[in-house]
């Protein structure tokens, strides 16, 4: 398997046993969270509208979109260039025209035009601004008529179309490293920012990443096609790890974001295995993180009202934990596995009014065994100020930390517990620093002026 994202302890598991230690990411790269504007070409020119409409269809389709140009040529750079020429000729013609019908057969016409512009003389037109004219008449020609663009992928081999191209992304030929993070931009919508923050590395390395992936892709011509059932075991890991981290970068979003996105995948994979531990472990590491999401100021979890939880779905998700367990059997439970029972500890607390640091601590001693990344190491860390006492929490903090910002916050706080005051007032202000939430940060200031 390639490289994990390191918010395995600073998202949707462990991360919330950290107190103010808890990682921060921002919500999905999705644009405008509006709806649709009414279709049909019919009534006055709207920008508002017309922009609402194209970033509803980067939103809900983009992905997919991207996956039906790629499929035909292997290259996933010129898809994605001529999917962002199409939206650009949208963003210019549809408040003048109208919203068609069908705005993703009309994205889908306008970028396979240009694809085609490209295919017959790349060298004489690499540098030559879009002229949509042609591509424009072609898809307001074709009205409502357009052919589905997905139409072409067979809904019976796998139930569900970002599944689909998350197996796609998952090739075999496609370096394991980059394998995840291409799965979390092109078919989960995500930047190469927000990956970056999960896999506590800089932009610029991701990026690059993210660009050698599709380059391969392009050179060795891996055919960027919807596989079908029999591919799924050997691409599952990075799949399961695309989940794991869409739920990790939306860990303050609710059940209406990707985060619900979130488990539905992961659900439906689960089902779609049916008797894949794992799978289910996920389905219920999801479902419980989930159940606990609020919006408005930060809370540690431990110091949340249960009555603010949504019990419907910690039951779902302890029953999807019973099922993982009783599928696994005799064997060694998974990583996956650990980080939802460690969840269901935290949550098991509107039944006993008290968290089971203990329980805890040896789940985490578990886990990692099993990966042992540097965010489970900064939440056992936590874990462990909690149960024998800061001192133990701050010599069990990992080295090599310095770029994750869990680190610090977990640093500050274990620090201010041990009545180190100036140097938690230093690491919660570098805590601050690399807190990309203002609600995190507000928190985290709060706890800075708890110190001298």
Not at 86 to 107: R, Y
Not at 145 to 160: N, S, T
Not at 344 to 365: C, E, F, K
């Amino acid at each position: 398997m390639g490289a994990q994202p390191v918010t395995d302890a600073a998202g949707p598991a462990a991360g919330d046993a950290t107190g103010s230690a808890t990682g921060d990411a921002s919500g999905p790269a999705s644009g405008d969270a509006s709806g649709p504007a009414a279709g049909g070409t019919a009534g006055a020119p709207d920008r508002a509208n017309a922009y609402a409409a194209a970033a509803h269809a980067a939103r809900e389709s983009y992905a997919r979109l991207v996956a039906v140009l790629a499929a035909s040529t292997g290259d996933l750079a010129l898809a994605e260039d001529a999917l962002a020429d199409a939206f650009t000729a949208a963003l210019g013609h549809w408040p003048a025209s109208g919203i068609p019908d069908n705005p993703e057969g009309w994205l889908i016409t306008v970028a396979r035009n240009r694809q085609r512009d490209v295919w017959k003389s790349a060298a004489a037109r690499r540098s030559t601004p879009l002229d949509p004219a042609a591509e424009i008449a072609a898809a307001d020609d074709a009205g409502g008529d357009l052919a589905d663009p997905f139409g072409a992928v067979d809904p019976l081999r796998i139930p569900d179309k970002r599944l689909e191209l998350c197996f796609t992304c998952a090739h075999p030929a496609i370096d394991p490293a980059a394998r995840t993070p291409l799965i979390l931009q092109v078919a989960l919508g995500f930047d190469a920012a927000q990956i970056a923050a999960a896999y506590a590395v800089p932009t610029a390395t991701m990026a690059q990443r993210l660009t050698r992936a599709k380059r391969r892709i392009a050179r060795a011509r891996i055919p960027f096609v919807v596989p079908d059932r029999r591919d799924m075991p050997e691409r599952l890991p990075a799949v399961l790890e695309a989940v794991y981290g869409c739920a990790a970068i939306t860990w303050r979003d609710d059940a209406d974001s990707l985060a619900g996105e979130a488990r539905h995948l992961a659900v439906t994979l689960a089902r779609l295995l049916e008797r894949e531990s794992e799978a289910w472990a996920l389905a219920a590491l999801v479902t419980l993180s989930l159940a606990r999401r609020h919006s408005g100021p930060y809370v540690p979890l431990e110091e949340q009202p249960p009555a603010s939880w949504d019990d419907q779905l910690i039951d779902e998700g302890e029953a999807h934990l019973r099922r993982a367990a009783a599928l696994r059997g005799s064997a060694a439970p998974g990583r996956f596995e650990l980080e939802a029972a460690i969840q269901a500890v935290h949550v098991d607390r509107r039944r006993t009014g008290t968290v089971d640091w203990a329980a805890i601590r040896t789940l985490y001693s578990a886990l990692l065994a099993v990966a042992p990344s540097i965010g489970a190491q900064v939440a056992a860390a936590a874990v462990i100020g909690r149960t024998d006492g800061a001192a133990a929490g701050l010599a069990a903090l990992p080295p090599g930390g310095e770029a994750f910002q869990p680190w610090w916050a977990t640093r500050a706080e274990l620090l201010r517990r041990a009545g180190r005051d100036a140097e938690a007032e230093v690491a919660y202000s570098r805590a601050i620093e690399l807190a990309r939430e203002p609600e995190l940060r507000t928190f985290l200031e709060s706890r800075r002026g708890l110190t001298g």
